[in-house]
């Protein structure tokens, strides 16, 4: 068990919804990194926030944003929704630099 | 920009054979490289990580790795494979001089080891 922990783990929605996604880090972890695996893409990296505030972004588009709360757990949030959004997102933490701690992933499937 | 290579999408091992999945970096200073491996149905897990210092780093399940800056290489190894070694590794990499803390990983390989 990583300490890092994803809602939910499966989901299921239709194309043109919006969808949230939660985690919440190891206790301790001011970083959050939010990650999108698929089949064609990989793991491609989304976006990170420490302490609250957005850190670093990679290829998130503009239909999705994310947050930290001041409790540090994450929400990212996916808006009109379509068919190729499907894939697994993780959530990860860390305290010290490089070393990730993954959750279990959520399973988004866009029909 | 960082990037990882992973050449391979798939190797295959026999049982007690030694392994290697292979993985070249691309930064512009210094890296951090990393290896994770991610079973089905399951979150990616840490391995081992290079940062400095000896170029044989040693980490968990028996995995090692070789850091060789003159070819930007971070090979993974095992001396011995075993059959719940099968699962999908990944290289990741961070540039030391970079602004964020993110990992660049690559697109992964698929090890099978065939009892």
């Known amino acids: 068990d990583s300490g890092v922990t994803q809602t939910p783990k499966h989901l299921i929605t239709a194309t043109g919804q919006r969808v949230t996604l939660r985690c919440s880090p190891r206790?301790?972890?001011?970083?959050v990194y939010w990650y999108q695996q698929s089949l064609d893409q990989g793991l491609q990296f989304l976006i990170q926030?420490?302490?609250?505030?957005?850190?670093a972004k990679g290829n998130i588009l503009e239909r999705f944003s994310a947050q930290q709360f001041p409790d540090l757990h994450s929400e990212l949030n996916l808006s009109s929704l379509e068919l190729g959004d499907s894939a697994l997102y993780f959530c990860?933490?860390?305290?010290?630099?490089?070393?990730?701690?993954f959750g279990s992933g959520t399973q988004l499937s866009v029909l | 920009a960082q990037s990882v290579a992973q050449p391979e999408d798939q190797v295959n091992v026999a049982e007690g054979n030694p392994l290697t999945v292979k993985c070249t970096y691309s930064?512009?200073?210094?890296?951090?490289l990393f290896w994770y491996v991610q079973y089905p149905n399951r979150g990616l897990q840490f391995l081992l990580k290079?940062?400095?210092?000896?170029?044989l780093v040693k980490g968990s399940y028996g995995f090692e790795a070789e850091f060789n800056k003159s070819q930007t290489s971070f090979h993974l190894k095992k001396p011995s494979a075993l059959v719940s070694d099968s699962a999908l590794y990944f290289c990741?990499?961070?540039?030391?001089?970079?602004?964020?803390?993110?990992?660049?990983f690559g697109k992964g390989t698929h090890l099978i080891i065939q009892p």
């Open positions: 990860a933490s860390s305290y010290t630099s490089g070393k990730l701690f």
């Open positions: 206790s301790g972890d001011l970083s």
């Open positions: 926030y420490y302490n609250g505030e957005e850190r």
């Open positions: 930064v512009s200073g210094n890296p951090y």
């Open positions: 290079y940062i400095t210092g000896d170029n």
């Open positions: 990741a990499v961070r540039d030391i001089g970079g602004g964020a803390d993110g990992l660049t």
